[in-house]
């Protein structure tokens, strides 16, 4: 850690994450890290473990970025000191300046001694250059025609310029090497500059076309930024390509900057989390067999409808009479058989909107979500029968037959509970009086008749 080479601004550190105790630190830099916030250990350490997506921090007294990592027992980290960005395209600027007036020097000497006509042209290309240069062209060359003082100078201003050019892959390659996830931008209005990390394009998911235009201008990138942030009303911005990304972003004066983070991974994994929870929550309120809503999943749901509407529903409870003497007989395989085929004459018959359900064993219960008159529900009773005698005729020989037993919702009885002792009690009238039928416990009768 310490033979890691750093400018004095930058600085590469290591942290004890139990004692606080620094292990190891780059030794170009401060040997302390001080926050101005930190008045104890366990204050010091809930800094450094926050800030593993990066924040600007007084560090020493000087504003400064910090981005840690924690790994086990110790804290990786590493701060940059705010103002060397500035610092460094303030100093560029003043090469260009120097540049420049060295080109003015240069013309004023070649004209006051040697007095030829291409210094003039020399010039003029040169100056060509640099306003290609401030207009944002970075593949521009600086050279001269001829082999004079210029020649030097243009060498300068070239080396320069691919300084000024490679600034976004140094940018990219410090970034990188804390998060691949991340990317940084900075827009300058005072040069008309921008400086991307390389892996921007990528996170923002635009193609090359949008992407040209998008970062012509400072103005140009900055407005596509907001305009993301401004149409969303959440801190993660969903794409249009189904991407996920979070900005953080500052403005001064002449001056767009931030970091753009790629949240896509974390929020498929979200939503797939979400998805398979919901799957496994539906699951637990369906009978594996026939695929009908279960005991669970009956009571859940006809609660909520007598919630939602209260006094009106219908309860139907079946009972497939001699079922057990055709599973004696036939075995269980041939009995699932038969719970299935009874399964499908209910969903086939009652409304998509119907609760069906089967309750256990050979039970099964419908709910209808309103109080159907007592007359309509007879006929539609006698006509399920029906129904159900032609679908299981060929158990006919063991006295397979279906008896059901209906209640409604009143003031009387608007529970769950309620109405199901009352269906269940006309249930048990109904095979009193010889199975094979129905009967509707109008008058809500919750004893059984003797």
């Known amino acids: 850690m310490k033979n890691i080479p750093t400018l ?8 004890d994450g139990n004692t606080g105790k620094m292990i190891g630190i780059s030794q170009n830099n401060e040997q302390e890290i001080n926050f101005d916030d930190a008045e104890s250990t366990e204050e010091y350490l809930l800094i450094l473990r926050s800030s593993n997506n990066g924040k ?16 086990d027992d110790t804290i990786l980290g590493a701060y940059v000191e705010a103002a060397t960005v500035y610092r460094t395209i303030l100093i560029q600027i003043i090469y260009l300046l120097a540049g420049i007036v060295a080109v003015l020097i240069s013309v004023i000497m070649i ?15 040169i100056e060509s250059s640099i306003k290609e240069l401030m207009a944002g062209n970075t593949d521009v060359t600086f050279e001269t025609e001829y082999d004079t003082e210029f020649r030097h100078i243009t060498a300068v201003l070239n080396d320069w310029k691919d300084s000024y050019k490679y600034k976004k892959e ?26 991307f990390s390389d892996n921007t394009q990528y996170i923002l998911g635009v193609n090359d076309e949008e992407w040209d235009e998008m970062t012509k201008t400072p103005k140009g990138f900055e407005t596509y930024l907001t305009s993301l942030i401004s149409d969303s009303k959440e801190d993660i911005i969903t794409l249009k390509n189904d991407r996920y990304i979070r900005i953080v972003s ?20 979200k939503n797939k989390m979400q998805q398979e929870l919901h799957a496994a ?47 004696d007989k036939l075995g269980h395989p041939e009995g699932d058989k038969v719970l299935k085929k009874f399964a499908g004459c209910l969903k086939s018959y009652f409304r998509k909107n119907d ?15 309103s109080n159907i008159a007592a007359d309509i529900l ?73």
């Open 281 to 327: 929550h539906e699951g637990a309120e369906i009978d594996p067999l026939t695929q009908l809503t279960n005991r669970a999943g009956l009571e859940k749901k006809v609660k909520i409808s007598l919630e939602n509407e209260p006094g009106q529903g219908t309860m139907l409870i079946f009972d497939l009479d001699n079922f057990k003497l055709v599973n």
């Open 111 to 125: 004209v006051r001694y040697h007095i030829k006509r291409y210094v003039l042209q020399d010039i003029s290309s």
């Open 8 to 15: 004095y601004e930058k600085s590469v550190f290591v942290v």
């Open 56 to 71: 600007l921090i007084k560090i020493n007294g000087t504003s400064k970025f910090l981005k840690t990592k924690n790994m």
């Open 170 to 195: 140094r940018m990219t390659r410090m970034i990188s090497s804390i998060d691949s996830h991340v990317a940084v931008f900075e827009c300058l209005y005072s040069i008309n500059q921008n400086f």
């Open 378 to 450: 007879s006929d539609k009773l006698q006509a399920l029968l029906v129904t159900i005698r032609q679908e299981l005729s060929s158990y006919d020989r063991y006295g397979l037959s279906t008896t059901i037993g209906v209640a409604y919702v009143d003031q009387s009885t608007n529970g769950y509970d309620d109405l199901y002792k009352c269906a269940d009690v006309g249930l048990y009238i109904a095979k009193r009086r010889g199975k094979n039928r129905f009967y509707i416990n109008e008058d809500h009768s919750r004893l059984y008749e003797f």
């Open 355 to 369: 609760i069906v359900a089967r309750m256990g064993g050979d039970e099964f219960v419908v709910f209808i979500h």
């Open 250 to 269: 500052f403005n001064n004066e002449n001056e767009f900057y931030g970091m753009i983070m790629d949240k896509t991974e974390d929020m498929k994994l």
